[in-house]
């Protein structure tokens, strides 16, 4: 089965710094999608990537999917305390319609 | 705006007690999905359903059953719960029609259930 695997566990970072979330997989991605959760809500949706070099942008969020369609990476310009949260990364897996999730970027930002 | 609405945000269970947790969508999607999310573990899939009174075991199916009886609406149960089930359960649809995105995923909020 696909694994997902996201770097960092953790982050912290001061508001204003840039910073770089990446999820990488065992294999080939043939969708990925970034989801936003604050803590104890439900997942929000950020953007969804398939094609290899393809980058996407949502306000201050930019998530790149590499060539080989292996690795994505989610950039925050300038961050703010309304960007903290965990981030995961989900990939279509199975039958196509199933969702397998990495284990989360726990994101804090410092006012 | 699509909707999906759980059903309990809290509860507190006695372990072997039976649990429901119930899952509605009111954007008439085909799919729905039973997660659980645990620290450093992310989300691992329960159970899915494709259609009225089709489930399909996920990853971790062990200690739960399901049901489908209408289309909007996906149970989760836990026949007798124990403390290795505490946990925040979350449940999404999907629709198979296009979108515009592939194949997203909807969430509610979550139960955070505790089984002492």
């Known amino acids: 089965s696909q694994e997902l695997e996201q770097s960092p566990q953790s982050l912290i970072v001061q508001e204003g710094k840039n910073l770089t979330i990446n999820c990488t997989s065992s294999k080939t991605l043939y969708g990925l999608y970034w989801y936003k959760q604050k803590y104890g809500e439900g997942l929000i949706f950020l953007m969804m990537l398939q094609k290899g070099g393809e980058e996407k942008s949502h306000e201050k969020i930019t998530a790149k999917l590499d060539e080989k369609k292996q690795q994505s990476s989610l950039h925050i310009t300038a961050s703010q305390p309304s960007h903290a949260g965990i981030y995961l990364c989900g990939a279509i897996s199975g039958s196509a319609r199933q969702l397998t999730f990495g284990s989360g970027t726990q994101l804090t930002v410092l006012p | 705006d699509v909707k999906v609405t759980q059903s309990s945000r809290y509860l507190v269970k006695r372990t072997g007690e039976k649990v429901f947790l119930e899952c509605v969508q009111d954007m008439d999607h085909e799919n729905m999905f039973w997660y659980r999310q645990d620290p450093g573990l992310g989300l691992r899939l329960i159970y899915f359903s494709y259609d009225v009174k089709m489930k399909e075991k996920g990853d971790i199916p062990e200690g739960y059953s399901v049901s489908r009886e209408k289309k909007e609406r996906f149970s989760l149960i836990l026949e007798s719960a124990s403390t290795n089930q505490t946990s925040m359960y979350l449940c999404?649809?999907?629709?198979?029609?296009?979108?515009?995105?592939?194949?997203?995923?909807?969430f509610g909020e979550g139960s955070r259930l505790t089984v002492l």
């Open positions: 999404a649809s999907s629709s198979d029609k296009r979108t515009g995105v592939t194949r997203e995923l909807f």
